[in-house]
């Protein structure tokens, strides 16, 4: 983690808009895109319509922070974040990443950012010293009312989702302290050297997959996959760090996941093994050849960030040799040189840039935010343009909830790329192509970065007797809005751009 339309759909689309005006108020007036000239630039995209990818798995984001936040919130507003994010007239997200916390110790003076000091399940006896007292199967020792604020979003996220639809994920980002050779759960003195205590593999193994077990059995949800570490060979995490964190060398990173595939055979537990969510592609490479045979072997799911441009094709190769899923399990970002701005298009350009080439290079079958919402700056030209909807921390009690560019453009994907379709391969690196189950139906998703309209240029097999459009856009002035019936595929400047083609009828 880092640093036109038939009356259906219309009304579909204008309910919608008039959920988030009575919930949020009008959004603000800003300028229109620039604009030099009334000609549309033609580009020609040729999508390989007999190659179509594995069936797409879904959108959505890990929670952590934010859930540690928000979940505390009155109900009204938190009601209102939950539908914004996986309600059916929101962003329809499906997957949720829950964060097993580590949690410091009570007498550890607090230094983690709002939000990333998610506590653990533990409870210390009275009286108790040092770091070997923790025994798992001391009833006693385990805090099952911990986390209050995370876990309300479990509940609330299964409420909102058929259960065919729900994937829920567990993922680890420092064992707790007593467990670590610092004592702390941000990292070792050095982010260069491994945290957790020699011969302690199966101690937090045991302590993860209880965990998984536990809230399971209270939130009546299952955990599909459990992610033992995060971001692991990277020297981001030390102790003197403000959020949880922990180096693991790939030696170290072969244990744990041995540890955790044996814990969970040791609990009958059918949740499978994710990894190894490391921060971008090259150096999850790098990891994944470090792994004995053993450990690449527990591995069901490959988990990698997206945090850099380079080597998306590898991982994507890695999961073909292998047959394993793969999933783009973290991201976010903010362009640089762009203080926080919720209106600001280059925000959303940037954000839907990161989901074309992710999902064209990459391939996975799944792609997940890190935070869908962020902390907002209250100084003026400061800050960054992280998360898709921004709120005042410092406000507990009526937070005004502010939605950002890239939400719309976040919504250009998610509503209308659902599980079951699957992506073609496209020559054009602006643009997804995903067909529909019925196999006669398209969904386009195009970002225009420029200050020139296009026209795209593509030929749709199989609906030789004319098509119908439906066009969504986001620009300066829509977020993810209904902009009129067109045969032609019009994205407009400084844009991200959804086109739902249909047979004629």
Do not use: C
């Amino acid at each position: 983690m880092p640093r036109g339309i038939r009356s259906e759909v219309k009304g579909w689309v204008y309910g919608l808009a008039s959920l988030l005006v009575a919930m949020l108020g009008p959004l603000p007036a800003v300028a229109a895109a620039p604009s030099v000239t009334s000609q549309a630039v033609t580009v020609s995209i040729v999508p390989r319509w007999t190659e179509p990818g594995k069936p797409f798995e879904g959108w959505g984001t890990a929670l952590a922070w934010f859930a540690n936040v928000t979940g505390k919130l009155p109900p009204a507003q938190r009601e209102q974040l939950a539908d914004l994010l996986y309600g059916p007239d929101g962003l329809n997200f499906n997957i949720a990443r829950y964060n097993i916390g580590g949690g410091n110790a009570p007498e550890t003076e607090p230094y983690l950012r709002q939000g990333a000091d998610i506590p653990g399940f533990w409870r210390r006896p009275a009286g108790a010293t040092g770091m070997d007292w923790w025994n798992p199967d001391e009833a006693s020792q385990w805090d099952w009312s911990a986390d209050a604020g995370q876990r309300w979003w479990l509940d609330a996220i299964r409420v909102r989702l058929p259960a065919r639809e729900q994937i829920f994920e567990a993922f680890s980002n420092s064992p707790p302290y007593f467990m670590t050779v610092s004592g702390r759960v941000s990292g070792n003195a050095s982010g260069l050297d491994d945290n957790l205590r020699p011969g302690y593999e199966d101690k937090f193994a045991d302590y993860l997959v209880r965990v998984t077990l536990e809230l399971e059995k209270r939130h009546h949800i299952h955990f599909r996959t459990l992610s033992p570490v995060n971001e692991p060979n990277t020297p981001y995490w030390y102790a003197a760090n403000t959020q949880e964190g922990a180096h693991w060398s790939p030696a170290r990173q072969s244990l744990i996941l041995k540890a955790v595939r044996k814990a969970l055979r040791a609990q009958k537990s059918d949740t499978q093994i994710s990894g190894i969510d490391e921060t971008n592609a090259q150096t999850f490479v790098q990891d994944w050849a470090g792994l004995d045979d053993a450990a690449r072997a527990t591995i069901d799911q490959i988990n990698a960030h997206s945090y850099n441009t380079t080597g998306k094709t590898a991982v994507r190769d890695i999961a073909r040799m292998t047959g394993k899923r793969l999933w783009m399990s973290e991201v976010d970002l903010s362009p640089p040189n762009v203080t926080q701005d919720f209106d600001d298009m280059r925000p959303a350009i940037a954000l839907g840039e990161q989901i074309v080439s992710d999902i064209n290079r990459m391939q996975p079958v799944a792609w997940v935010l890190w935070q869908a919402v962020e902390r907002q700056t209250m100084e003026p030209g400061e800050g960054s343009n992280w998360g898709l909807i921004k709120m005042d921390y410092t406000h507990p009690t009526d937070p005004k909830i502010n939605i950002t560019s890239k939400y719309g453009a976040m919504a250009n994907f998610s509503r209308y790329i659902r599980p079951g379709d699957r992506f073609l391969p496209v020559d054009d690196t602006d643009t997804v192509v995903a067909v529909r189950p019925d196999g006669q139906s398209f969904v386009v998703v195009h970002v225009n970065p420029g200050l020139y309209e296009r026209r795209l240029d593509i030929d749709f097999p199989g609906l030789k007797a004319g098509y119908r459009v439906t066009r969504i856009v986001t620009d300066q002035t829509h977020r993810a809005v209904l902009a009129g019936g067109t045969e032609g595929l019009l994205a407009p400047p400084l844009s991200v751009t959804t086109f739902i083609v249909t047979a004629r009828s």
